[in-house]
């Protein structure tokens, strides 16, 4: 997941807006990573939290509890939390994933070993849990605790769904909650939640969080087929020589004759790759219009994005978020 | 861990007197482990849950809100959540230490893969959190995070600490803390939270699971090297192999001559066995009566969790846990 690289502009202005907020975020973040008894514990979360991700997640908390004119101060713990949760995530996903590396450097089961990235997740999980006890407010636990929840079982269904042809979009849209629009439509609505937001506003900032989310995993997966127009800075295949079931694959693979069913059983269930068959995969993503389908979709949840902003108060960082979701699509627009 | 498999009387007591609660954390544990998505999540759940551990733990929290008199209901949650921890992290436990056997049954690391073993236990994590938040109880909240932190904590310190001759009793206690007593201890302590308990007696709960599990934790190592009397059912030298610093290790370790400390450099920090090296190992921890040592800071720690339940309330389920202090200590008496 490289969520925090590309939307450069509209998360800079978040940033610039939020800075105050953050810092203190980053504070909490490098106090709680703080271990008296094991050193091991500061060591890879430093490894992995300071390797400057744009941290995301957590300015989604804060930019919903400000625009909301929230005077803190849970929102900061529970932005905090966030990024615990996402960290714990990446230390397992890169164990799960037998990753080698991780925004340029790398990873935490390389430069350490398994075991410690298995034990200092846990440790950040359980930190993140802590954290969100802080603020004594039970909705957000429930938040929180639910979002864990899926993004575990995202992780597991990928586990087993990712190389099965039967995958259909449904099981897709699961997947990629638990992957990525979980913690997204968490942290937006958490923020609302402390900032004592009436329903349909904590409702929009679900919503906002949960098309923001997909909309991004799906743009994602096109920039991995070159994307509809030009790809930017993803090699093209990955996701094909992993034998990943993305979104493309799985609407070209809906509309597949037998013959075609056969090359993708062989290519992602069997996982037996030729020279020519990334070709051949492009081939008929382009003739089912599969690309251009998945494109629909992700400029469809970023409209989605935009829509619920609608329901919040003006603000400069509702504008900020609205750019944001546009900028998350641009890249396939 | 095999707690559960060792002291049979007393255990088999309070299952009978909690056998209704029992029943009901297992109806709570079987409906919580399901997965309407992802189907492996029960598969290796119940693989590990149905083994026929004794769930000493979740009875724990059942006997201390019953002997004070709780009427429940949400002694259950907190019952399972303590299970569900336990079970995710033996499940990261597994993949940590590469077993290949649990309870005389293949580990699910074996049976499925590391991935499922990593993904279903922060899963179950996920689970226990939002278990414990369903009380509405800050308290008990603020109890099982921190338990968890402390778990997380002493599973990293040991992964340093394991084979380091620098390891003293103080970091030892912390690790046992972690892998034991800290679950032990807040099984105890929320039960009595949930019950309403006034605070000495919140105390002493706590007092005798954190006593319990040092005492259990101490004997286990005990055993491996053969009991102070006899041993029961462990390998003896199988931590020794694993060149684990137990603790009648550390207390010979801590009285070595340049010779044995050489002695003991080789074998546990270097790693380098030779024939006839455990029973050398036996005759340094006979010199210096690291044995014995150890077996009186168990019967200490056996004799402080006895002290702690006499400030509860005369009630058949405290002389049951009377007993099940005796007995864990029964084996080195």
């Given at each position: 997941m490289t969520v925090q690289d590309h939307p450069r502009k509209p998360l800079d202005r978040l940033s610039d807006a939020l800075a105050d907020e953050m810092e203190a975020v980053n504070a909490l973040i490098r106090e709680k990573m703080a271990s008296e008894h094991a050193p091991r514990i500061p060591e890879v979360t430093a490894h992995l939290i300071e390797a400057g991700g744009k941290r995301l997640r957590p300015m989604l908390t804060l930019a919903a509890a400000k625009m909301l004119d929230y005077p803190g101060p849970w929102h900061i713990h529970l932005a905090a939390t966030v990024e615990f949760i996402h960290t714990a995530t990446?230390?397992?996903?890169?164990?799960?994933?037998?990753?080698?590396?991780?925004?340029?450097?790398?990873?935490?089961?390389?430069?350490?070993?398994?075991?410690?990235?298995?034990?200092?997740?846990?440790?950040?999980?359980?930190?993140?849990?802590?954290?969100?006890v802080a603020p004594g407010n039970l909705r957000t636990l429930e938040i929180l605790s639910n979002a864990s929840a899926t993004i575990a079982e995202g992780e597991v269904l990928q586990l087993t769904a990712?190389?099965?042809?039967?995958?259909?979009?449904?099981?897709?849209?699961?997947?990629?909650?638990?992957?990525?629009?979980?913690?997204?439509?968490?942290?937006?609505?958490v923020g609302g939640v402390i900032a004592g937001a009436p329903e349909p506003q904590v409702r929009a900032l679900f919503?906002?969080?949960d098309a923001l989310g997909i909309a991004f995993q799906i743009v994602d997966d096109l920039l991995?087929?070159?994307?509809?127009?030009?790809?930017?800075?993803?090699?093209?295949?990955?996701?094909?020589?992993?034998r990943k079931l993305t979104l493309p694959v799985i609407k070209a693979v809906a509309k597949a004759d037998g013959a075609e069913r056969a090359f993708w059983s062989r290519v992602i269930e069997a996982g037996d790759q030729r020279e020519g068959d990334l070709e051949e995969a492009l081939r008929l993503l382009s003739r089912h219009g599969a690309m251009e389908a998945a494109r629909k979709d992700a400029l469809a949840h970023a409209a989605r994005a935009r829509t619920a902003l609608e329901a919040l108060p003006p603000h400069p960082i509702r504008d900020m978020l609205r750019d944001l979701a546009e900028f998350v699509v641009s890249r396939v627009a």
């Open positions: 990446l230390l397992h996903d890169d164990v799960v994933d037998e990753s080698r590396q991780r925004r340029g450097r790398p990873t935490a089961n390389l430069l350490w070993d398994n075991k410690s990235s298995v034990l200092v997740g846990d440790y950040l999980f359980a930190r993140s849990f802590q954290l969100m990712a190389q099965d042809l039967a995958t259909d979009e449904r099981i897709y849209l699961q997947v990629v909650r638990g992957k990525t629009a979980a913690l997204f439509s968490a942290a937006t609505e919503d906002y969080g991995d087929y070159g994307g509809a127009s030009e790809a930017i800075g993803k090699n093209v295949g990955d996701d094909f020589r992993e």
